[in-house]
């Protein structure tokens, strides 16, 4: 009985061996495949980083555009009041003299009621009048309004946003019949 206790004790621990063997085996490739598994995540996230700086990089390319673009408005619109308003102080001053007719009046300074007012022609700069249907765009032959519509309708489009539906007071959106062409396209103006 003994001897039958003891075969059978040996017998349950070749087992219990062959258990452990087959589990330390079973361990080492779990092991495996977490190695691999801890290479594969910090390849993903280098590629992720990557792709998040070079994304943090045209979005900042894009902000800086657009920076640009509202400087050389606030620029360009400064000139066009002076030079519209010496065009009509000149005008002005060949009636005086009896040389023209006076000129309609003209109001610089933003009157919402006026009727003749130099921010009508300043509006005018945002619409898409200038653009046919069916023809190719060179981004050199748009206002910087529009230039500026164009960089603000990219930028959400990069950004997955819909587009946005347009308020009154918002800028005119861009027609769809517009197509940017590959001309001048690292320069703004």
């Known amino acids: 009985m003994t001897a039958e206790f003891e075969t059978e004790?040996?017998?349950?621990?070749?087992?219990a061996f062959l258990e452990n063997q087959a589990s330390r085996v079973e361990i080492n490739k779990?092991?495996?495949?977490?190695?691999?598994k801890d290479r594969e995540m910090n390849r993903v996230k280098r590629l992720a980083r990557n792709i998040l700086d070079e994304r943090t990089e045209v979005?900042?390319?894009?902000?800086?555009?657009?920076?640009?673009?509202?400087?050389?408005?606030?620029?360009?619109?400064?000139n066009y009041k002076q030079m519209a308003q010496a065009a009509f102080n000149l005008k002005m001053r060949q009636a005086y003299a009896g040389r023209t007719e006076y000129p309609r009046i003209r109001t610089f300074d933003g009157r919402v009621h006026s009727t003749n007012s130099i921010n009508q022609d300043l509006r005018e700069a945002?619409?898409?009048?200038?653009?046919?249907?069916?023809?190719?765009?060179d981004i050199g032959d748009l206002t910087?309004?529009?230039?500026?519509?164009?960089?603000?309708?990219?930028?959400?489009?990069?950004?997955?946003c819909p587009p946005?539906?347009?308020?009154?007071?918002?800028?005119?959106?861009?027609?769809?019949?517009?197509?940017?062409?590959t001309r001048n396209k690292d320069t703004l103006g």
Do not use: C
Request: net charge positive.
């Open 59 to 78: 979005e900042r390319f894009f902000l800086d555009a657009l920076y640009e673009v509202k400087q050389q408005i606030v620029l360009s619109r400064k």
């Open 30 to 36: 779990l092991e495996q495949v977490l190695e691999m």
């Open 144 to 160: 910087w309004e529009q230039k500026e519509k164009v960089l603000r309708l990219l930028f959400a489009k990069m950004n997955g």
């Open 9 to 15: 004790i040996k017998k349950i621990q070749e087992q």
């Open 126 to 137: 945002e619409k898409w009048t200038n653009i046919k249907k069916g023809m190719d765009v």
């Open 164 to 181: 946005m539906k347009h308020r009154k007071s918002s800028v005119p959106p861009v027609p769809d019949y517009v197509t940017l062409t």
